[in-house]
Structure formats: C-alpha cells, structure tokens
C-alpha cells in the first residue's frame, strides 16, 4: 500500500471501537499490541506499591491513574500510560470522560512490542503536548531514565541503574529504589 492511500485515524474512529481492545491512537496511526509480559506487570505492581505507601506518607495531592486510561492529546494522539499523575489544582482541567490535556507525569514499562513507540513516537507525543516529566522503565536491562521538560524539550535528566535511587524532578521525594522494582 502506498503512504499516499493509507487511511489517517481520527479520535472518532478510535472511539468507535469496542471498549477494552488493546489499541492506542498515535500519530493518527491505530497501534495494537498483546498483553504485557509478566515483568511489566509486576513491575506496574512494585510501582503501585511505592505509590500507595508515598500518599500515605506525604497526603495524596493528586491523582494517580493506571493503564488502561486513554489520554487524548488531540485529534490523532489518544494513548494509554502505564501510569499516570496529575496535579491536584489540575485534576478539575484535565479529567472528563477520559484524560484531557498532558498529565504532569508518565511512567512507561518497555516490553518488547511497544519500547519503540514508548522511547520514540509516544515521548515525542508527550514532549509536544508538555508532560513535564516522562519515567521509562526498562525491565530487561533493570534500569530506568527520567526525563524532565525544560523549556519545552525534554532533558534526561537522569538515567538509574538497579542499585540507584531515581528521584522525581517534579514529585518532592517521590524515591524510586530501581532494585524493589525487579524482586
């Protein structure tokens, strides 16, 4: 098929699927992929866990939100984070039906079929649309890098390795211990 006659999807089309299929909508593109591995999943969970324990210690002030959540960016951009928080003098703004406009923070888990569009097309996304701070976490290679938004472009601002504490930019002490990720 050429570019040329390829179709160009819309939010409408991605709203007209049925609820639960495993699509994003990037770059206009409908993107499909299977079920995370079970790395991913227990990495999401080891996520959760600090998540829970860091609202207790510090009083929730915000809202966190888990896959499978659409976020709509705009009319070709409707992705699905892993995690997601946004800032309690947001949540008002940006949660309707679905989310609305950039979170404050994304986290991604890389698994073989969707590290190229997490590291590549959905961080472009992100970075565009101004998240201020996009996690990736890399279960194969036990490590995660953080970047933060400065001056409308991301900068990695810091690249963690399993015995290594990442430290939100954004988050006051908002720790992440990489080697309670992989237990």
Not at 25 to 49: F, G, K, R
Not at 114 to 135: P, T
Not at 138 to 164: F, H, M, R, W
């Amino acid at each position: 098929m050429l570019i040329a006659d390829q179709k160009k999807y819309t939010v409408e089309d991605y709203l007209m699927l049925e609820e639960g299929v495993p699509f994003q909508l990037i770059n206009y593109d409908l993107i499909t992929s299977p079920s995370p591995l079970s790395i991913h999943q227990q990495v999401l969970y080891a996520l959760s866990e600090i998540i829970v324990l860091y609202n207790i210690k510090h009083g929730r002030q915000g809202q966190w939100l888990y896959a499978p959540m659409d976020v709509k960016f705009d009319d070709g951009n409707v992705v699905q984070p892993d995690i997601l928080y946004i800032a309690e003098d947001r949540k008002k703004e940006l949660i309707k039906h679905r989310i609305e406009g950039a979170p404050d923070l994304i986290i991604e888990i890389l698994s073989p079929s969707n590290a190229y569009y997490d590291l590549r097309q959905k961080k472009d996304v992100y970075e565009k649309y101004g998240v201020k701070e996009y996690i990736i976490i890399d279960p194969i290679q036990q490590n995660a890098d953080l970047y933060a938004l400065k001056s409308g472009v991301y900068v990695l601002a810091q690249k963690v390795q399993l015995t290594e504490t990442l430290k939100s930019v954004l988050l006051p002490v908002f720790d992440i211990e990489v080697s309670t990720l992989f237990k």
